[in-house]
């Protein structure tokens, strides 16, 4: 990459990002393009809920293996996991609002066929997994692109209000939800809370429809899909503060998931001779309520607690939580018990959710953000399906109580052993890097980068130490691979190499480099000596001549 400046001497690390300025906790609902997306993400999440209740409750009805009741969870979260990445890829190339529309088209015909297969008569437990299934396909698709336009919508400032009105959004359906489905089920039968999510669905189609965004492409092309997985897989390796927020938020879902997994039979139990559907919607709708008051006073525990703090202090909560519906006698008990887990998970999930979303630049946005729900849905997953298989080996009460221990400890144990160096870079988009005006090479193959730098030998340790941050900057942007040479006869004469797929993906970096990578640049300048800046030299790697 050129870096044509002369160097600086400014040795010294940047300065700590100074303190977000407060804002309200409804700020973001002055803009209306938010106002709009907040309102279809609402219905996106009742319709959720719904389909999560009334698939569950036919579960119910279809067999009574806690196994197979868990699995209904591991179905609709599964595909978060396995396609959630593809889908962020495609979110940061091709024209957001296009793509969302069609992920609600998407959840609309499987509800209808799942209604359809119900009223048929039809169902069978493996069957309506497989409809979960295909219902979680299009969460894996819709989330990672919701997640990338907010932060274009609302600025950086407003960025955790936003994020804690989408949990109030998210959690205020939580109780809308599963009241409604509850009320359709028992009015009319399972099959038409399925009708009612697919209605959902086109109005918000109807809604997204009329949003003038501009979809501005990139004047290098469509990243490829393939190419496009990778970079967002080398960028999440190449982040600490990234990775330690995936660790942290997938040992959470993996503990939490037990909870909700197993809530249906927790319910039943409850319920008595009643069944427990009205039990079922009562816990539900406590949670919900407790996530929906503790958005209320999150901005000020935010001022005056770490986001760490506020994590581990949300994971004890849900921890103690849900031992006491575990072992609650009645549901006069258990809903305090699911309020008060409601409240930890907004106050967990929001502190996590801000925390990645800060660790990446736009645009990387969607697939950074896409790996990190793929974290929460992998955690779901088999958090899932492992408590309800301890549940069917024990009891429902041991395997809540195991899962709320481990839950602490683990916590605890990821928050000291994965290091994010807790430092926040600046991450906005930079443009004192020009790309090179020169023609395509006429051999397409790989482009290496060399830039030779000229140091005190004495210094070359801390050099050395510095280009470990420059090669984790490079793979971020895209770099297929980095390295660093010496000169076996001048210790003070080094050079830094960067092996980019193509002269199209090495003209991309330029696009990608940030503030955060400029003021890395210049301390790398620093080290550099004499008057004419690092020598640059760009070779391609003739493809025929591999033989």
Not at 178 to 192: E, F, H, K, T, V
Request: proline fraction near 6%.
């Amino acid at each position: 990459m050129a870096e044509t400046p002369s160097p600086r001497n400014d040795r010294e690390e940047p300065a700590p990002a100074p303190p977000a300025p407060r804002t309200s906790p409804l700020a973001p609902f002055g803009d209306p393009v938010f106002r709009m997306l907040w309102t279809v993400w609402f219905a996106a999440n009742i319709a959720t809920w719904m389909n999560d209740v009334a698939a569950a409750w036919v579960m119910t009805s279809l067999t009574t293996k806690p196994l197979w009741v868990a699995l209904v969870q591991t179905a609709a979260t599964l595909p978060v996991f396995l396609f959630g990445l593809a889908s962020g890829a495609l979110a940061d190339s091709i024209d957001r609002k296009r793509y969302l529309l069609f992920t609600q088209g998407w959840v609309a015909v499987v509800a209808l066929l799942t209604c359809a297969l119900l009223l048929a008569g039809q169902m069978s437990p493996p069957l309506l997994l497989v409809l979960m299934f295909a219902n979680g396909v299009g969460l894996a698709m819709r989330w990672p692109v919701y997640s990338a336009i907010i932060p274009e919508v609302v600025p950086r400032a407003q960025l955790p209000s936003a994020m804690a009105l989408n949990g109030v959004s998210a959690n205020a359906s939580r109780i809308v939800g599963p009241l409604l489905a509850g009320a359709i089920i028992a009015a009319a039968g399972s099959a038409w809370v399925f009708v009612l999510n697919a209605v959902l669905a086109v109005v918000s189609i109807t809604f997204l429809a009329r949003w003038p965004r501009v979809h501005r492409p990139s004047p290098l092309g469509r990243e490829p899909l393939l190419s496009g997985m990778r970079v967002g897989l080398q960028f999440v390796a190449q982040s600490a503060r990234l990775k330690a927020v995936l660790v942290r938020i997938a040992l959470y879902f993996f503990h939490s998931a037990a909870l909700l997994a197993l809530l249906p039979l927790e319910a039943r139990r409850l319920g008595g001779e009643g069944g427990g559907a009205g039990t079922y919607t009562l816990l539900l709708a406590s949670m919900g309520a407790g996530a929906i008051a503790s958005a209320a006073f999150l901005p000020r525990l935010r001022r005056v607690f770490s986001r760490d703090a506020l994590v581990l202090a949300g994971t004890v909560v849900q921890a103690l939580a849900t031992v006491c519906v575990a072992f609650a006698p009645h549901a006069g008990v258990a809903a305090p018990a699911m309020f008060a887990a409601g409240v930890a998970w907004l106050s967990t999930v929001n502190s996590l959710g801000v925390s990645a979303q800060l660790a990446l630049p736009d645009w990387v946005r969607a697939r950074g953000m896409s790996v990190y729900q793929m974290a929460v849905m992998g955690g779901s997953a088999l958090g899932a399906a492992l408590w309800g298989q301890v549940a069917t080996m024990t009891s429902l009460t041991t395997s809540l109580a195991i899962a709320a221990a481990s839950g602490v400890l683990t916590m605890v144990a990821g928050a000291l052993l994965v290091v994010d160096r807790k430092i926040e870079e600046d991450l906005s988009r930079s443009s004192v890097l020009k790309a090179p005006d020169a023609e395509a090479p006429a051999v397409d193959g790989r482009i290496v980068v060399d830039i030779e730098f000229h140091i005190d030998p004495a210094r070359a340790g801390e050099f050395r130490v510095l280009m470990q941050e420059s090669r984790r900057s490079r793979l971020r942007q895209g770099a297929l691979d980095w390295d660093l040479l010496s000169d076996v006869h001048d210790p003070g004469r080094f050079v830094e190499r960067i092996v980019d797929e193509n002269w199209t993906e090495h003209l991309r970096r330029f696009d990608r480099v940030t503030a955060a990578d400029i003021t890395l640049r210049e301390r790398k300048l620093a080290f550099h000596q004499g008057e004419s800046p690092p020598r640059i030299s760009r070779w391609v790697s003739d493809p025929s001549a591999r033989g």
